[in-house]
């Protein structure tokens, strides 16, 4: 009996460690909602964006998208995504989803894993997701404006 309660502790233990390491690593977030976006559209129109709902010092919705200037949603495009899903594997409708669940189950964008052929996306998410907490931390409400990391410049698709 002794040893099976050890053994219980030792697994509750390993548990609050993991859940704990799992958390945000991030200042108190301000409920509210919060944007961020790139700062120009990429070299086939596009300019990705994320916008979080914070309740709670929790992130509790998450949309992570690119539109064009007339504000089409790259999500609905669909020979964008027979293209892509061809050359690729992926396609946005898919990889935005990915992208935002990750964040919203994990809370912190370092532990969201790229999904295979949307990398140029991943790099572009990683930057918009760290602006948008900043954001929430400071409880600031405008829009952050991210530039375009250099690694993703001039990307086809999604390399």
């Known amino acids: 009996m002794k040893a099976r309660t050890i053994l219980f502790a030792a697994m509750i233990l390993a548990a609050a460690t993991f ?26 129109g596009w300019k990705e964006f994320i916008t ?5 010092d929790k992130i509790v919705t998450v949309e992570y998208n690119a539109k064009n200037a007339s504000g089409f949603i790259k999500s609905w ?9 061809a050359v690729t594997g992926t396609y946005p409708n898919e990889y935005t989803r ?11 964008p370092d532990e969201v894993d790229a999904v295979t052929g949307a990398t140029h996306s991943y790099t572009n998410f990683q930057a918009l997701a760290k602006a948008v907490i900043a ?25």
Not at 29 to 39: F, H, I, K, N, V
Not at 79 to 85: F, I, L, P, V
């Open 52 to 56: 979080i709902h914070v309740s709670g």
């Open 77 to 85: 495009d669909m020979a964008y995504m027979r293209t892509m899903n």
């Open 98 to 108: 990915t992208y935002s669940i990750s964040l919203l189950n994990w809370q912190n």
């Open 135 to 159: 954001q929430a931390e400071a409880g600031d409400k405008q829009v952050a404006q991210v530039e375009t990391p250099a690694e993703t410049e001039g990307a086809l698709y999604e390399e």
């Open 19 to 44: 859940f704990s390491a799992c958390s945000q690593e991030f200042s108190e977030l301000q409920d509210g909602y919060y944007s961020a976006e790139m700062a120009n559209y990429d070299e086939y």
